[in-house]
């Protein structure tokens, strides 16, 4: 909102954070509190279908991308590819904002504008690393094109609260695109893999988190063309979820509730409920929040670059247990912190307090507890 007096900046242990490089003019402090999810997130159903665990939506089906190599590229099927392929196609947008590996990089993101669905074989997949994908919104705005943006939940969630508020933004970015999120790790997480592959980071190319199959295995390429690889169990797992920052441990919206359309990883489970992580053919969760949303799924559909079937929304539950479990957790947490005295987020319609009586007894003890010693502990 103020490129000229804020930045963002890398910092350890690997994550991004805004730092104030000039003065910023009156009022700035109100305007970004108007906006910001980081200080909370306000949920309106209207008309839609409100389920209390995942927010509005409108239609839910499970899919995957009509072009073979979308498919085995994306995290979970392409479907997300196969709509931005459909946008751009179809004169919808005429670019698309997206993460995409950084160059000097491998591990880490960069924030690019596509206008080609043929760039997209190197955006495909899931890119488990600090992204700040709004810092392209000035660019977009004197770019003059019509775009689709692509973001996680709370990214979406605040262009959709700055494009409520301003007109031009609105016009310039008419599609928000979404995907369910579990935390952002630190770079330092993206070293630990290489720690375990027994890679140098300089010796690293090339580094892919996930797709290739589904789930896809995380995989970094060496300068001498070779490359070694790990289970998406270990890499996210094993490590990766091991250094999600602690906002992320207190987010109530991991499934872009403020997005037209999201997908997702539609698990298969075992009989316990748990996701299997075999590799197989990827199938994507596809989730219309909005009538836009619909229109432009079926749109991709009609146009024969997805393939769509109706979803059962209650088998949400078993396929993604850690949103379910940190959702019904969150209510622990927030009072932990506010006995502690640190600042919570302002949540309005998102049901925590229906949530977190499905949590149980044990469970909100330990959580409560679990965010009680780490604030102690720094």
Not at 285 to 304: D, F, K, M, S, Y
């Amino acid at each position: 909102m103020f490129p000229h007096a804020l930045a963002m900046r890398m910092e350890e242990p690997g994550f991004l954070r805004p730092r104030q490089i000039s003065a910023l003019p009156v009022g700035a402090d109100e305007a970004i509190a108007a906006v910001c999810p980081g200080l909370g997130v306000t949920v309106d159903a209207g008309s839609r279908t409100d389920d209390t665990m995942w927010g509005p939506y409108r239609r839910a089906w499970t899919g995957w991308s009509m072009d073979a190599s979308q498919r085995h590229r994306g995290a979970s099927g392409g479907a997300l590819t196969a709509v931005l392929t459909h946008l751009l196609r179809s004169g919808v947008v005429q670019a698309v904002v997206q993460n995409a590996p950084d160059p000097n990089d491998p591990m880490g993101n960069r924030t690019v504008l596509s206008a080609d669905p043929a760039t997209f074989g190197t955006t495909a997949g899931s890119r488990y690393a600090p992204s700040a994908p709004l810092d392209a919104l000035p660019d977009i705005l004197a770019d003059g094109r019509r775009v689709a943006f692509v973001g996680k939940p709370c990214d979406a969630a605040a262009l959709a609260a700055i494009r409520s508020r301003d007109p031009v933004v609105a016009r310039a970015v008419p599609v928000i695109l979404s995907f369910f999120c579990a935390g952002v790790p630190s770079t330092t997480g993206a070293r630990g893999i290489l720690a375990a592959l027994d890679v140098a980071e300089t010796e690293v190319t090339a580094f892919r988190y996930r797709g290739n199959g589904w789930p896809g295995q995380a995989t970094a390429t060496l300068a001498d063309g070779s490359s070694r690889s790990m289970s998406y169990h270990d890499s996210w797992g094993g490590i990766l979820s091991r250094h999600v920052q602690h906002r992320c441990k207190i987010c109530a919206d991991g499934s872009g509730m403020a997005a037209d359309l999201v997908c997702a990883d539609a698990w298969e489970v075992d009989e316990k409920g748990y996701p299997l992580f075999e590799e197989r053919e990827g199938v994507s969760l596809v989730l219309a929040r909005t009538v836009l949303g619909e229109q432009i799924a079926e749109g991709a559909r009609a146009a024969g670059r997805l393939d769509l079937a109706p979803f059962d929304m209650a088998r949400l539950m078993d396929i993604q247990p850690g949103q379910r479990e940190r959702r019904r957790a969150l209510v622990a947490r927030l009072t932990a912190l506010r006995v502690l005295g640190r600042p919570i987020p302002a949540y309005r319609g998102l049901h925590l307090a229906t949530l977190s009586r499905q949590l149980g007894l044990l469970k909100t003890v330990r959580n409560f507890l679990g965010m009680l010693r780490r604030g102690l502990r720094k």
